[in-house]
């Protein structure tokens, strides 16, 4: 087994190594979501922790790790009688990005269950975690099912799996941590709601601290078990501290003060629900307790806001998880108590933190340490979206500076016909494992969901022949039939956007980006993945390759500048590679080209002949594809709607787009239908 890096080695990240603290000592906060850039040591102080983490009591020879204090009653291996126990360290359990629904919460022998009666039940995932730690690396990757079996199992301590009339419970309560890169894609709303905190990370710009972090990473890739050795007395202090701050946990007291500073605050942030407060509340408590103290103050109720309330003041996609700690702070002097202790005025010189390293110390070790943490000392500076090689200069018209979106409307549904067999999502029609069910097959490979009446149906033909003589029915193998669902599927929505001096000489670019960022906002909500070309002056350019990041989409187009000719050819050929490729990489994964321009094609020799030639190629592989026309004015050429037809797909006026619409219903692309003029 190898030899983690030690927890209290890490650099820096306070609010990360506090909130992986605080859940240590109060697992019902709820778990942690990391939320930061590659090589940030998310993973590293995630996998450190388990360390950390006291011994657990188990019932000898159970499998779902039962407390012999207080063993679970309805235990598929129980009941427990009293007697032999084991002390076992906390577990540390993955869960793997393309783990099944059975890896997690464990399956059923369905054929023995239906032929015998017995519960013959294999543990997942979520019983291998029970009171240790479960982590998702990238989180946000995970099939949205997956997800949601995930987080209920976490908020009711127990998982349930039930296939045709079978049913198994087990205890399930873990410390639930997740990681991801919000460049990569974004969790939903009410799915970030249901981790307790949450923190941001980022590599320090520092470079003293960054050469401490190479000079300890270096020194633990060199001995591991050395470094650690060296490192040993720290993490038993820590060790020490989480096990004292448990046994002083019920003690802690949350007055009447601190739980109006709370109420108040959550009210003023506007956040919805109540898990907010009562998060609050226990990660405040929890605080307490990690100073050793018995009375939550206005400090605690402070930090618990900065780990619990960034996450769940997201209204959409786009917005930037964050707290406003001036607003904050007005807050919590407004309705500060008068108690002694319930405020922050004077409760540093009152009570002051027992820890020379203060509550977010994280009993961390001296920075000026020997050796190193994670690899974060290769990582970037993050910016604004910059525009360089995005867009080239812009020819026979000068380029004007970037124009704010219009206000994003709901869209209409655009979907690919036909039956794809893609990432599970929600936008076109697809089997699924997850859906309705539309028949039934022999399973290939194991059974997942069982087609109880095609089973049935296999079987009876053969009871005499078996010799069945009781109530039972015999079944074998080859009776067996998996279930056939229908479900959706996410999609690739490749958006090709004319950037050009015809965009934006009649002031249509506020318009047109508005429009782009509703079909984003739609695409994020559908779980697709999105991409964006653009074409302006002589080329065309990948502003964002394909991503499911689509707030990395949002910000690249609102810093997308104008003018120049329209290279309307170059930008359908630039698109038609970009899915080439794409193909290569994810062949499941169907294409939804959406087109926004007003159809002009300028520059060279014959450019609207030679658009129309490339979008002809889109029509050959069966690409489904929609061309949103932005064309304005009294007189109207009709070139959207021919280059729609030349493509295969539709043609949509910004109008038209919006689901409030009455005219120009747009429900599916149809691969032949073409605009009525």
Not at 260 to 283: K, L, N, S
Not at 583 to 599: E, H
Request: proline share 7%.
């Amino acid at each position: 087994m190898s030899t983690p890096f030690p927890f209290t080695a890490v650099v820096g990240q306070d609010d990360l190594r506090l909130a992986l603290l605080l859940n240590a000592v109060s697992p019902a906060v709820g778990g942690v979501l990391v939320r930061g850039e590659k090589g940030t040591a998310k993973s590293t102080a995630v996998r450190a922790l388990s360390a950390l983490m006291p011994g657990v009591d188990v019932v000898a020879g159970c499998r779902f790790s039962c407390d012999p204090a207080g063993p679970d009653p309805a235990c598929p291996d129980g009941p427990h009688e009293p007697g032999a126990f084991e002390t076992r360290p906390a577990r540390m359990v993955e869960l793997p990005v393309g783990a099944s629904e059975d890896r997690l919460v464990g399956a059923l022998d369905i054929e023995r269950a239906l032929a015998e009666g017995v519960k013959a039940f294999e543990p997942g995932l979520l019983a291998d975690a029970h009171r240790g730690i479960l982590y998702v690396d990238e989180v946000n990757l995970l099939h949205d099912h997956l997800v949601d079996l995930l987080l209920d199992a976490a908020a009711m301590g127990a998982s349930y799996v039930e296939r045709e009339g079978v049913s198994v419970r087990h205890a399930a309560r873990f410390l639930l941590v997740g990681t991801m890169n919000p460049e990569e894609g974004e969790l939903r709303p009410q799915l970030l709601d249901r981790f307790g905190l949450t923190v941001e990370v980022a590599a320090s710009r520092e470079p003293d601290q960054r050469v401490e972090v190479v000079r300890r990473r270096l020194a633990y890739d060199d001995d591991p078990a050395g470094f650690a050795e060296r490192w040993s007395d720290e993490e038993s202090a820590v060790r020490a501290r989480i096990v004292a701050a448990r046994e002083l946990l019920p003690s802690v007291r949350l007055g009447d003060p601190a739980l109006r500073q709370i109420a108040a605050t959550c009210a003023a942030f506007e956040v919805d629900g109540m898990r907010a407060d009562i998060v609050m509340a226990r990660t405040a408590t929890a605080l307490a307790a990690w100073a050793g103290r018995t009375e939550v103050l206005a400090e605690d109720v402070r930090q618990a806001a900065l780990l619990a309330l960034p996450h769940r003041r997201r209204r959409n996609p786009f917005d930037a998880p964050g707290l406003d700690e001036d607003k904050l702070d007005e807050t919590l002097e407004e309705f500060g108590g008068s108690d002694e202790g319930s405020s922050g005025e004077g409760s540093s010189d009152d009570d002051p933190d027992p820890d020379p390293d203060g509550p977010g110390g994280g009993g961390q070790p001296p920075q000026d340490g020997p050796d190193g943490d994670s690899p974060a000392g290769d990582v970037p500076a993050r910016g604004e979206p910059s525009d360089d090689g995005q867009a080239p200069a812009a020819q026979g018209a000068g380029e004007q500076s970037p124009v704010r979106a219009a206000e994003p409307f709901r869209t209409k549904v655009l979907s690919v016909p036909g039956l794809g067999e893609g990432a599970a999502g929600r936008r076109s029609r697809a089997r699924t494992e997850h859906g309705r069910t539309t028949g039934s097959r022999r399973p290939q490979g194991a059974l997942t969901k069982l087609h109880l009446a095609a089973t049935v149906q296999a079987a009876a033909p053969h009871q005499r022949a078996r010799g069945r003589s009781g109530r039972g029915l015999v079944v074998r193998r080859d009776d067996l039939r998996q279930a056939t669902r229908e479900g959706r599927e996410g999609n690739l929505v490749l958006f090709v956007v004319d950037a050009s001096g015809s965009m934006a000489a009649r002031q249509r670019m506020s318009a047109v980006k508005g429009a782009v960022l509703s079909l984003l906002l739609d695409a994020y909500q559908r779980r697709d993945k999105v991409g964006l070309v653009t074409f302006r002056g002589s080329s065309a350019d990948v502003a964002l390759p394909p991503t499911s990041s689509v707030d990395a989409a949002a910000a690249r187009l609102e810093s997308l500048p104008t003018g120049g000719r329209t290279p309307l050819a170059a930008g359908l050929l630039r698109a038609h590679d970009v899915l080439r490729v794409e193909r290569l990489r994810d062949a499941a994964r169907r294409p939804l080209v959406v087109v926004v321009t007003d159809g002009r094609a300028t520059g060279g020799l014959e450019p609207v002949a030679l658009a129309e030639r490339a979008a002809r190629l889109f029509a050959a592989d069966g690409v489904a594809s929609v061309v949103v026309d932005c064309e304005a004015g009294p007189v109207r050429l009709g070139l959207a709607g021919r280059l729609a037809g030349e493509l295969g797909g539709t043609a949509v006026t910004l109008d038209e787009l919006r689901a409030d619409a009455i005219a120009g219903l747009v429900r599916d692309v149809q691969g032949t239908s073409r605009r009525a003029a």
